[in-house]
């Protein structure tokens, strides 16, 4: 049969973040002028009269970015279908994709904030990531794992049986979504699953202690986040001062 769509995003998937959606609806319905089709407000009261009718915010108001794979720009699309709530329950499967009225926008690489690894500083983010793993304390590390690698290459689907697929975060994944579907991980590597985890984290902590190496990867999602708050606050300033003049 046709090997699973590795890389791709699940039924599940979408299922868990439309959930994700509709959670932040009851939380931010309020603040983003989002009331739920039978008139009820976030707190659960009913919603003034004014603003029935009003189930879609205008476009202006939600701004989404996601990265340039398949996978996240449909994880951003079902995430807004919980959050715009469009007549399901939460988690009801949708075999065509519900249209949306909010653009879902992947910026051009010299703009990439979300993934810094493949934006303007990629090269020199990969190269600090290779001088740390060139470390003897990163080495080391790695030859205690090197028998659970060469199980995960020979047992897991996704590698092939091929070592130069490895990635660790692969790694992590396969274990991660297994377990988010109840399918069990292969007997070969279900004892190693709390060490692929662990040296995954192991990792990530060493990476993300270099101050230089954080500031590029965080800094720039951090400063698009702060300025897109200051932006909402200013126009929403202007509408109520034209509300008040009108």
């Not at 990629?122 to 060139?134: F, K, N, Q």
């Not at 396969?174 to 292969?186: F, M, N, Q, R, T």
């Not at 929403?236 to 034209?242: E, F, I, K, Q």
Request: charged share 25%; aromatic share 6%; net charge negative.
């Amino acid at each position: 049969h046709a090997p699973p769509p590795w890389g791709l995003l699940t039924s599940k998937g979408a299922e868990q973040l439309r959930r994700v959606g509709a959670s932040m609806r009851r939380a931010y319905a309020d603040l983003l002028g989002l009331h739920h089709h039978h008139g009820l407000s976030a707190e659960g009261d009913e919603a003034p009269a004014a603003l029935e009718g009003q189930p879609q915010p205008h476009p202006r108001t939600i701004r989404v970015l996601s990265t340039n794979y398949s996978r996240t720009m449909w994880s951003a699309h079902h995430l807004l279908e919980g959050l715009l709530e469009d007549g399901r329950e939460a988690g009801t499967p949708t075999p065509i994709p519900t249209p949306i009225p909010i653009p879902i926008r992947v910026l051009p690489w010299s703009e990439e904030v979300i993934n810094a690894f493949e934006g303007p500083h990629a090269m020199e983010l990969v190269g600090m990531c290779r001088e740390m793993e060139e470390s003897d304390l990163f080495m080391e590390a790695e030859r205690e794992m090197d028998h659970v690698r060469e199980l995960m290459v020979r047992h897991v689907p996704a590698f092939g049986g091929e070592p130069n697929k490895f990635r660790w975060i692969k790694a992590a994944d396969y274990v991660i979504c297994s377990e988010a579907h109840g399918d069990p991980l292969h007997p070969a590597v279900a004892p190693h699953r709390d060490a692929v985890m662990a040296h995954l984290g192991f990792k990530f902590y060493g990476w993300y202690n270099n101050t230089e190496l954080l500031r590029l990867v965080v800094a720039p999602l951090v400063s698009d986040i702060a300025k897109g708050l200051v932006e909402a606050a200013e126009a929403r300033t202007r509408a109520v001062a034209g509300e008040g003049g009108g």
